[in-house]
């Protein structure tokens, strides 16, 4: 099984619609998470920190279930320019240190 | 804003030929990081640096090298390109973040370096 998992997608969302997606995790002593945004060829960028009461930025919310040991992320009202690929990012302390993991991602493509 | 900078965008190589794959951050970030990308396997972690001199293996360090002589430059290599070795590689830098210290998680990457090899 994978450290972190994804559904790769591709979700087809008409512009203004609501688009919703997981990503789980296996280790349970995972600390942070974080969603990243990767437009084709590309590099990713940080979208936003996971925090464990949920939280909101514009029209992205993200979400921390501990107990499913899943996390997700809501994207509201989406615009064209939403169309991307979202990667998940746990983070954990191991011998060497602090070690992120991502997930496969998740592509969005919103239509007109 | 932090500037995360590979020497190549795009390489072709042949098979059996040494790689050098650059990277410099000019944020003095202590951590800097080597990932490859491949569809349906998603970003996977080569080799980390902490310090200078520091490297420590990630998920899928054999056929790779690395090199941090001074903190802003990070390079790969590799020693014997192979075909299996045809991917997108990625450099990233950020931050050290201690134990107990919130952590951003925040990496600042490089624009990728795509290496085919024949």
């Known amino acids: 099984r994978k450290e972190v998992e994804q559904d790769p997608g591709p979700f087809n969302v008409p512009e203004g619609a609501t688009v919703a997606f997981n990503c789980t995790y296996s280790?349970?002593?995972?600390?942070?998470f974080f969603w990243y945004r990767q437009d084709c060829r590309k590099e990713p960028k940080l979208l936003m920190s996971?925090?464990?009461s949920g939280n909101e930025d514009g029209r992205f919310t993200a979400q921390l279930n501990r107990a499913s040991q899943y996390i997700s992320l809501l994207i509201r009202d989406s615009k064209l320019s939403d169309s991307a690929t979202y990667l998940c990012?746990?983070?954990?302390?191991?011998?060497?240190?602090?070690?992120?993991?991502f997930g496969g991602g998740t592509r969005v493509l919103v239509k007109p | 804003d932090v500037k995360v900078t590979q020497s190549s965008r795009y390489l072709v190589k042949r098979t059996g030929e040494k790689v050098f794959l650059e990277c410099v951050q000019d944020?003095?970030?202590?951590?800097m990081f080597w990932y490859r990308q491949d569809p349906g396997l998603g970003l996977r972690l080569i080799y980390f640096?902490?310090?200078?001199?520091?490297?420590e293996k990630g998920d899928i360090p054999e056929g790779y090298s690395v090199s941090r002589e001074k903190k802003e430059r990070f390079s790969l290599i590799l020693e014997s390109a192979s075909t299996n070795q045809t991917s997108m590689y990625l450099c990233?830098?950020?931050?050290?973040?201690?134990?107990?210290?919130?952590?951003?998680?925040?990496?600042?990457f490089g624009e990728g370096s795509r290496l085919t090899v024949l």
């Open positions: 990233a830098s950020r931050l050290s973040t201690l134990r107990g210290q919130g952590d951003t998680g925040e990496l600042f």
């Open positions: 280790n349970s002593a995972s600390q942070s």
């Open positions: 996971v925090y464990s």
């Open positions: 990012v746990v983070s954990e302390w191991g011998a060497a240190g602090n070690k992120l993991t």
């Open positions: 944020m003095d970030h202590e951590n």
């Open positions: 640096s902490y310090d200078v001199k520091m490297k």
